[in-house]
Every structure is written in structure tokens, then in C-alpha cells.
């Protein structure tokens, strides 16, 4: 029971995380490899406005900041790059990331910081028989309702009607009067918004300093790409998917569990080569 | 078909990031290296004003062993700055990672090399010479470090090296130190195998692994703990340590249980911690570091897992660059320290301590220390030689001894080159709403430091 709510706790952190990056893609056509240190800003702006306010201040307003960052990153940047070979944009991206570990190192410091959970959330909680830390279960929950809101956002909503149809096709839905620019600002946004929100719910769980973007990345990367690029549900399943075989390999097989993921990737891409969502038209 | 391109590239980048991530599958104690993804190389530049070149001309290395072939290796000189001397700088290069989790322990190791110039230059050089800092910066591969020493012995005519931090890329570029009539002061890297080399231009101020585990094993002897469980970053190194560990605990009666061995660079350490608990031993040493070692315990204390020891140790688990993050779940563990400021009680440690603390608005760790140590160290070689042909600085280093802030008489032992000196053994308490070292044991050199295997 503890190993499936393990595996479940972090690919929940891993599914917020993910799923921006998944949206993004599937919008703009741009696999955005500095999503890693969005995630690390919100860590570190979480462990800032905690330390001045409180932890559910900062839950709230972090994503809100990262998502303004996100509106910024869209006209500045991202709405360039659009239609660029998606090498090319990754690596203009990667480059990014590597620019903003200086920064928060100049902002924060090289020493590692840590952000201890709300007392609220402290200590442990028994559920079905077992005792497991409070703070896991939150990040557990939390996780699986901000997904759920997106996926009713993206299903029930207009603008969410109109994402889902750019992400299939962006020409024909642009062609049908779907304004292109004005659903990716949402998007990315939004996407950014979710990096924040992941980043602040990671803070109390491990060491906050500037190389934290790049541990989390590949994990990120192999969700996505499983997933199947661009979808928000083959990413969330693949990110669930992600935490029970890591931790099921660090329990069963230690020495299996740094490639159990990978060998994961291979294995879908070899059987689905458009990962676990399926064809799309790009 | 474009979208397996796509996921082509995304493989191909991955693996590439994965590639970028290690540490030459190799990392040290002090800086165990957990997956990064750093900039492959950028260039530093020499460090702060009071390190400006004392001349416009920049002299090679040759010019430098030219001038100095005729100099006999001496005792201490006493010699006034600007006296004999050809007045040629002392060029040194430190070459640190300043990203990913080696950027704590490279940031330190920027001030204290920085702060060491500056107060040789402010006191009016050494030997009658200018000290100028060349600052390189690696990606903590050994491939790109040996690349970067390179740099340092042919372009920037720095033969003294140092500020290189894991035990994988000092091990790297020892050889390459020779061949490049360099010397190389290693303050952060304490593989055994460093030692073991018995490379005649590599001096060692940091004490190898043999010599920390033998002072944890005194403070383990005089543990409450009956049983431990052990969890270690998987590689090379950390497996060394936990074996080690392992002999010391079983030989003072311990029970010990199956190493636990972690990826480095682990963000969910639960499946280890339900491991743990399992085991139920009533001890813990680890061997994690810096940033999985904060995670590691932010989730332990989450699990209530710390609770069940009573006695916690490790093996650099918890140093002052980790106090704050760690706090109040750690008080009690009991550990080594290289230094720790306010136990070491000499008037150029005072000195030290208070210009680094006026400097830099914190106290100095044993990071800065053992590199403050190795400047000083250098220093009084260059001054003993009168010269800086890194020869006759190399003999002058083996044989001489000097004044450092771990106190008068001090000097590196002939053949490993290993500076003699103790490694502390304490446990941390709260003071001042903090975390303090508070020290129980001081084996000596002579006790503790592994036997020497140089001919």
C-alpha cells in the first residue's frame, strides 16, 4: 500500500508538471526544455513568499506569478518560435535553462534550501490501515484535482474546445476562425501557471537549489514523450505510470530502477511510436 | 512520417541530457554528483582587483622555470616581499563547478581562493610577488576539467592548480598535472585512490576516505545503536564508504544490515525509506549528500523514520552548507568535520575567520578552510623555494613545515603527499536556534590517516 500511494504521490507532482509541458507542445509545436526551471522558480519563489507570508499564500500566488512569467514567455518568445524545426527550439530552449540556473543562483544563492510543510500538514495520517505522511497525501490530492479541473476546463469549456481543436490540427482549426495567438497565450499560461503550481507542492519534499530543473526534466520528457506528444491525458497516465514503475523498481530491483523508466520509454515507443494517446496530424 | 522525427529527436536529446547528467560515473565524498545538466564549459577570468596582474606582460611557464633553475629549495624565507625575487606572479587557477549540486561547494571555493589572494596581496605578495587568481569553471566532467588544466598549464601560465571537486576529475587530470610541470593542491577530493596514485605534484589538504572512516568508526565504537542500516548513492565511491563503514561497525560489535543504495540525483526517496523502516535497525548511516541528502531527510522526518534511531550518523550527510536546510531533524548525528571555525584556535584561523566573515557575511566552511589551507600552504612553498618553479615549490612543500591556520609546524607527508592533520569527530547539538558542531573526538594523524603506500 505505502510503495503504490509512493508511486502514486510522485507521478501526481509528476502529472502537474508534465501536463503543461504536454499542452504546450501540442499548441505551439514547441517542447520547451526550460518547463525544468519554471518548475525550480516556483520551488524558489514558494520558499520565499512562504518565508514572508505563509505556505497557502504562496500555493496561491506562485502559480499566479509563474503564469504572468508564462503571458510574457508567449509574446516575447514563444510565439517566434512557433513552426521552427522542433530541434532547433529545443535547444534554443535548453540554452534558456541553462541561463536561468545563473539566475536564480544569483537571486538565491548556491546553498540549498528547504521549506518544511504547513502545520496543518505535518506529521503522518492512517489511511486504509496504513500511516503515511500528511503532507504526501496532500500533494496526492492536490494533484489529482488540479487535473481533473483541467480536463473538465478543456472538455466543457470554449477556449477549451477551441485548444483541444488547434492541438489536433492548429490549420484547419485556424481556418475555421480560431485565433491561434489568443489560445496559446492562454495555454502557455496556463502551462507555466502548472510548472509554478509543481514547483511550490515539490518545496517541502526535496532540497530546493538551482540544478533542481534538470533532475526533474527527463522524468518531464519521458512522460511527454509516452504520453504521446502534445496530449494532456497520455501525459497525466504516462506521469502515473512513470512514479509506480520507478518506485515498484527501486523496491524490487534497485539496481533496474534508474533505467526501469527509460527502458518503459522504449518499449511504448517500439509498440505505439505516437505514444500511449495515438496519431496526431502536425 | 514528421511525428517520428519528432520523437526521434526527443530520444536522442534525452539521452544526450542523461549523458550531461553524470559525473564521469564517478563522484566524491565531499561532492557526491547527482544528475545535472550544466553548461559543458565557460570560461572564468582572473578573480578581484587585488589579483591584477602585477605586470602587463604576461610571462610563460618556461620563462618562469628559467628563472628559477639555479634556486636551492629552502627553509621558510623570511625574506621581505619585493627582496630576490624575480618579481614574476604566482599564477594560480582554481577550476569549480558552479552549478548543479556542486554549486554550493564551488561558490565556497571561489571565496576562499579569492579571499586568500586578496590577503597574500594585501600583506604585499608573497616572496615579493603578486598572486593572481585565474578562475575556469567546469561542468564537474572529468573530460572537461583535464580540458580546462590543460588551459591553465599552456595559455594562462598557471601551473598551481586547484579548487577541482570530485575525486573523478582530480583523479582525471593528476598525470596531465605532471606532464605540464604544474602542481596540483587537492582540497576537495578524498578517494583513496588520489593517495594511492602517489603522484609526486599532488598535495592533498582534504584527509582521504580511510581517515574519516576511521574517525567515524571511534565515534560509532561509543554509539548507543546496536544495529544499523546503511544507504549510500550508488557508485564507485559511496560503495566504498558503505563497505567501509561496515567493517568498523561489525568490528566494534554492531550489527549491520544490507547496504541500501540510492541513484544519485533521487527526488522520491520513498520506496528506500519503506526499506528502512523494514530493516528496523536503530541506527542510520548514510552517506548521501548535499542536495539528496536534504531531500532524503525532509522525507525521513515526513515518515516519522527518523524517530527510530537512536543513533543517526553519516558520512559528510550533514556539513554547514547543509545546516540550514536540514535543521532541527538532525540535531544529535553524530559525524566528521574537516573544520569547523570555532574549534580550531590559532591566530591565522582568527584572521581568517574574521576576514572571510567581514568578506563574505557568514562564517567559512570546511570547504573554504581546505582551500585557504592549500593557498597558504603554496604560499609558504613558493617562499621556502624563493622561487615558483612548481619543482623546487613541489620539494620545498614535501619537505618543509609552516604556519597555517590549523596551527604552527604543519606540512604534507613525503610520498602520498597527504597534509597531516587531524579529522574531527563530533556531534551536532542546538545552539542559538541552530545548528553547532560540538566535538567528542580528535584522533590524531598518526591514529587515524591510512598507512602510506609510496614507496
Given at each position: 500500500?505505502?510503495?503504490?500511494?509512493?508511486?502514486?504521490?510522485?507521478?501526481?507532482?509528476?502529472?502537474?508538471?508534465?501536463?503543461?509541458?504536454?499542452?504546450?507542445?501540442?499548441?505551439?509545436?514547441?517542447?520547451?526544455?526550460?518547463?525544468?526551471?519554471?518548475?525550480?522558480?516556483?520551488?524558489?519563489?514558494?520558499?520565499?513568499?512562504?518565508?514572508?507570508?505563509?505556505?497557502?499564500?504562496?500555493?496561491?500566488?506562485?502559480?499566479?506569478?509563474?503564469?504572468?512569467?508564462?503571458?510574457?514567455?508567449?509574446?516575447?518568445?514563444?510565439?517566434?518560435?512557433?513552426?521552427?524545426?522542433?530541434?532547433?527550439?529545443?535547444?534554443?530552449?535548453?540554452?534558456?535553462?541553462?541561463?536561468?540556473?545563473?539566475?536564480?543562483?544569483?537571486?538565491?544563492?548556491?546553498?540549498?534550501?528547504?521549506?518544511?510543510?504547513?502545520?496543518?500538514?505535518?506529521?503522518?495520517?492512517?489511511?486504509?490501515?496504513?500511516?503515511?505522511?500528511?503532507?504526501?497525501?496532500?500533494?496526492?490530492?492536490?494533484?489529482?484535482?488540479?487535473?481533473?479541473?483541467?480536463?473538465?476546463?478543456?472538455?466543457?469549456?470554449?477556449?477549451?474546445?477551441?485548444?483541444?481543436?488547434?492541438?489536433?490540427?492548429?490549420?484547419?482549426?485556424?481556418?475555421?476562425?480560431?485565433?491561434?495567438?489568443?489560445?496559446?497565450?492562454?495555454?502557455?499560461?496556463?502551462?507555466?501557471?502548472?510548472?509554478?503550481?509543481?514547483?511550490?507542492?515539490?518545496?517541502?519534499?526535496?532540497?530546493?537549489?538551482?540544478?533542481?530543473?534538470?533532475?526533474?526534466?527527463?522524468?518531464?520528457?519521458?512522460?511527454?514523450?509516452?504520453?504521446?506528444?502534445?496530449?494532456?491525458?497520455?501525459?497525466?497516465?504516462?506521469?502515473?505510470?512513470?512514479?509506480?514503475?520507478?518506485?515498484?523498481?527501486?523496491?524490487?530491483?534497485?539496481?533496474?530502477?534508474?533505467?526501469?523508466?527509460?527502458?518503459?520509454?522504449?518499449?511504448?515507443?517500439?509498440?505505439?511510436?505516437?505514444?500511449?494517446?495515438?496519431?496526431?496530424?502536425? | 512520417?514528421?511525428?517520428?522525427?519528432?520523437?526521434?529527436?526527443?530520444?536522442?536529446?534525452?539521452?544526450?541530457?542523461?549523458?550531461?547528467?553524470?559525473?564521469?560515473?564517478?563522484?566524491?565524498?565531499?561532492?557526491?554528483?547527482?544528475?545535472?545538466?550544466?553548461?559543458?564549459?565557460?570560461?572564468?577570468?582572473?578573480?578581484?582587483?587585488?589579483?591584477?596582474?602585477?605586470?602587463?606582460?604576461?610571462?610563460?611557464?618556461?620563462?618562469?622555470?628559467?628563472?628559477?633553475?639555479?634556486?636551492?629549495?629552502a627553509e621558510a624565507s623570511?625574506?621581505?616581499?619585493?627582496?630576490?625575487?624575480?618579481?614574476?606572479?604566482?599564477?594560480?587557477?582554481?577550476?569549480?563547478?558552479?552549478?548543479?549540486?556542486?554549486?554550493?561547494?564551488?561558490?565556497?571555493?571561489?571565496?576562499?581562493?579569492?579571499?586568500?589572494?586578496?590577503?597574500?596581496?594585501?600583506?604585499?605578495?608573497i616572496?615579493?610577488?603578486?598572486?593572481?587568481?585565474?578562475?575556469?569553471?567546469?561542468?564537474?566532467?572529468?573530460?572537461?576539467?583535464?580540458?580546462?588544466?590543460?588551459?591553465?598549464?599552456?595559455?594562462?601560465?598557471?601551473?598551481?592548480?586547484?579548487?577541482?571537486?570530485?575525486?573523478?576529475?582530480?583523479?582525471?587530470?593528476?598525470?596531465?598535472?605532471?606532464?605540464?610541470?604544474?602542481?596540483?593542491?587537492?582540497?576537495?577530493?578524498?578517494?583513496?585512490?588520489?593517495?594511492?596514485?602517489?603522484?609526486?605534484?599532488?598535495?592533498?589538504?582534504?584527509?582521504?576516505?580511510?581517515?574519516?572512516?576511521?574517525?567515524?568508526?571511534?565515534?560509532?565504537?561509543?554509539?548507543?545503536?546496536?544495529?544499523?542500516?546503511?544507504?549510500?548513492?550508488?557508485?564507485?565511491?559511496?560503495?566504498?564508504?558503505?563497505?567501509?563503514?561496515?567493517?568498523?561497525?561489525?568490528?566494534?560489535?554492531?550489527?549491520?544490515?544490507?547496504?541500501?543504495?540510492?541513484?544519485?540525483?533521487?527526488?522520491?526517496?520513498?520506496?528506500?525509506?519503506?526499506?528502512?523502516?523494514?530493516?528496523?535497525?536503530?541506527?542510520?548511516?548514510?552517506?548521501?549528500?548535499?542536495?539528496?541528502?536534504?531531500?532524503?531527510?525532509?522525507?525521513?522526518?515526513?515518515?516519522?523514520?527518523?524517530?527510530?534511531?537512536?543513533?543517526?550518523?553519516?558520512?559528510?550527510?550533514?556539513?554547514?552548507?547543509?545546516?540550514?536546510?536540514?535543521?532541527?531533524?538532525?540535531?544529535?548525528?553524530?559525524?566528521?568535520?574537516?573544520?569547523?571555525?570555532?574549534?580550531?584556535?590559532?591566530?591565522l584561523?582568527?584572521?581568517?575567520?574574521?576576514?572571510?566573515?567581514?568578506?563574505?557575511?557568514?562564517?567559512?566552511?570546511?570547504?573554504?578552510?581546505?582551500?585557504?589551507n592549500?593557498f597558504q600552504s603554496l604560499f609558504a612553498g613558493v617562499e621556502a623555494a624563493?622561487?615558483?618553479?612548481?619543482?623546487?615549490?613541489?620539494?620545498a612543500l614535501?619537505s618543509t613545515t609552516f604556519e597555517t591556520i590549523l596551527g604552527p609546524d604543519q606540512g604534507f607527508?613525503?610520498?602520498?603527499?597527504?597534509f597531516q592533520?587531524?579529522?574531527?569527530?563530533?556531534?551536532?547539538?542546538?545552539?542559538?536556534?541552530?545548528?553547532?558542531?560540538?566535538?567528542?573526538?580528535?584522533?590524531?594523524?598518526?591514529?587515524?590517516?591510512?598507512?602510506?603506500?609510496?614507496?
Amino acid at each position: 500500500m505505502v510503495h503504490l500511494l509512493n508511486g502514486l504521490t510522485y507521478g501526481a507532482l509528476l502529472m502537474v508538471l508534465a501536463s503543461g509541458l504536454a499542452m504546450m507542445y501540442g499548441l505551439r509545436g514547441v517542447m520547451n526544455l526550460a518547463h525544468g526551471t519554471l518548475y525550480m522558480f516556483g520551488a524558489y519563489l514558494g520558499y520565499t513568499v512562504a518565508g514572508a507570508t505563509n505556505f497557502w499564500v504562496a500555493l496561491v500566488t506562485v502559480p499566479l506569478l509563474l503564469a504572468i512569467v508564462g503571458l510574457v514567455l508567449e509574446r516575447i518568445a514563444l510565439r517566434r518560435l512557433a513552426g521552427r524545426e522542433v530541434l532547433e527550439v529545443a535547444l534554443i530552449t535548453l540554452g534558456a535553462a541553462l541561463m536561468l540556473e545563473y539566475v536564480a543562483l544569483y537571486i538565491w544563492g548556491a546553498v540549498d534550501l528547504s521549506l518544511s510543510p504547513p502545520e496543518l500538514l505535518s506529521g503522518s495520517s492512517r489511511l486504509l490501515g496504513t500511516t503515511y505522511p500528511t503532507y504526501r497525501l496532500f500533494v496526492l490530492v492536490a494533484g489529482f484535482a488540479i487535473m481533473a479541473g483541467l480536463a473538465l476546463w478543456l472538455q466543457r469549456s470554449r477556449i477549451g474546445l477551441f485548444i483541444r481543436a488547434a492541438s489536433l490540427d492548429r490549420e484547419t482549426a485556424s481556418m475555421l476562425g480560431v485565433n491561434i495567438d489568443r489560445v496559446s497565450l492562454v495555454v502557455v499560461g496556463l502551462a507555466t501557471g502548472l510548472a509554478g503550481a509543481a514547483g511550490i507542492l515539490a518545496a517541502p519534499y526535496v532540497a530546493i537549489n538551482p540544478g533542481m530543473w534538470s533532475e526533474i526534466l527527463i522524468p518531464s520528457l519521458v512522460v511527454v514523450v509516452v504520453g504521446g506528444l502534445g496530449s494532456v491525458a497520455g501525459a497525466a497516465i504516462a506521469a502515473l505510470g512513470y512514479g509506480l514503475v520507478q518506485t515498484a523498481g527501486a523496491t524490487l530491483v534497485p539496481e533496474f530502477s534508474l533505467i526501469a523508466p527509460f527502458v518503459a520509454l522504449i518499449a511504448v515507443l517500439a509498440l505505439r511510436p505516437t505514444g500511449l494517446a495515438g496519431q496526431r496530424v502536425h | 512520417m514528421r511525428a517520428r522525427s519528432y520523437l526521434a529527436a526527443m530520444v536522442a536529446l534525452s539521452l544526450i541530457l542523461v549523458g550531461c547528467g553524470g559525473n564521469g560515473g564517478e563522484a566524491d565524498d565531499t561532492a557526491a554528483e547527482p544528475a545535472t545538466t550544466d553548461p559543458a564549459t565557460t570560461s572564468g577570468e582572473t578573480g578581484d582587483d587585488a589579483a591584477e596582474p602585477a605586470t602587463e606582460e604576461t610571462p610563460t611557464a618556461d620563462d618562469a622555470s628559467e628563472g628559477a633553475t639555479d634556486e636551492e629549495p629552502a627553509e621558510a624565507s623570511d625574506e621581505e616581499p619585493g627582496g630576490e625575487s624575480d618579481g614574476e606572479p604566482i599564477r594560480v587557477a582554481i577550476i569549480p563547478t558552479l552549478t548543479g549540486t556542486f554549486a554550493a561547494v564551488g561558490s565556497e571555493i571561489v571565496l576562499a581562493a579569492e579571499l586568500a589572494v586578496e590577503n597574500a596581496n594585501a600583506a604585499g605578495g608573497i616572496d615579493g610577488r603578486e598572486v593572481e587568481l585565474v578562475q575556469l569553471e567546469s561542468d564537474g566532467q572529468p573530460a572537461t576539467t583535464l580540458s580546462l588544466v590543460e588551459r591553465a598549464l599552456e595559455d594562462e601560465n598557471a601551473p598551481f592548480i586547484t579548487g577541482i571537486i570530485s575525486s573523478a576529475e582530480s583523479l582525471a587530470i593528476q598525470d596531465r598535472v605532471v606532464e605540464g610541470d604544474g602542481i596540483f593542491l587537492n582540497t576537495t577530493s578524498s578517494a583513496d585512490a588520489i593517495l594511492a596514485a602517489c603522484n609526486e605534484r599532488t598535495f592533498s589538504t582534504i584527509p582521504p576516505n580511510e581517515q574519516i572512516l576511521n574517525t567515524i568508526g571511534e565515534l560509532i565504537t561509543e554509539s548507543e545503536a546496536e544495529s544499523f542500516s546503511i544507504i549510500v548513492p550508488d557508485y564507485a565511491t559511496g560503495r566504498e564508504q558503505a563497505a567501509g563503514f561496515a567493517e568498523r561497525a561489525e568490528a566494534a560489535g554492531k550489527t549491520v544490515n544490507e547496504p541500501i543504495f540510492v541513484p544519485l540525483g533521487t527526488t522520491e526517496y520513498g520506496p528506500q525509506i519503506a526499506q528502512l523502516q523494514d530493516q528496523g535497525a536503530d541506527g542510520l548511516f548514510s552517506v548521501l549528500f548535499g542536495g539528496d541528502a536534504i531531500a532524503f531527510t525532509q522525507q525521513a522526518e515526513q515518515f516519522g523514520l527518523l524517530e527510530q534511531y537512536t543513533t543517526l550518523s553519516g558520512y559528510n550527510f550533514v556539513i554547514e552548507l547543509t545546516f540550514g536546510a536540514q535543521g532541527e531533524a538532525v540535531e544529535g548525528y553524530l559525524g566528521n568535520f574537516n573544520y569547523y571555525a570555532p574549534v580550531i584556535d590559532t591566530p591565522l584561523n582568527d584572521e581568517f575567520v574574521s576576514t572571510f566573515e567581514a568578506a563574505n557575511g557568514a562564517q567559512p566552511t570546511f570547504v573554504a578552510a581546505n582551500v585557504y589551507n592549500a593557498f597558504q600552504s603554496l604560499f609558504a612553498g613558493v617562499e621556502a623555494a624563493g622561487s615558483i618553479e612548481p619543482e623546487a615549490v613541489a620539494e620545498a612543500l614535501r619537505s618543509t613545515t609552516f604556519e597555517t591556520i590549523l596551527g604552527p609546524d604543519q606540512g604534507f607527508r613525503e610520498g602520498d603527499q597527504l597534509f597531516q592533520r587531524p579529522e574531527f569527530g563530533g556531534q551536532l547539538v542546538l545552539a542559538d536556534g541552530g545548528l553547532a558542531w560540538e566535538q567528542l573526538v580528535t584522533p590524531t594523524f598518526e591514529d587515524t590517516a591510512p598507512e602510506m603506500s609510496c614507496g
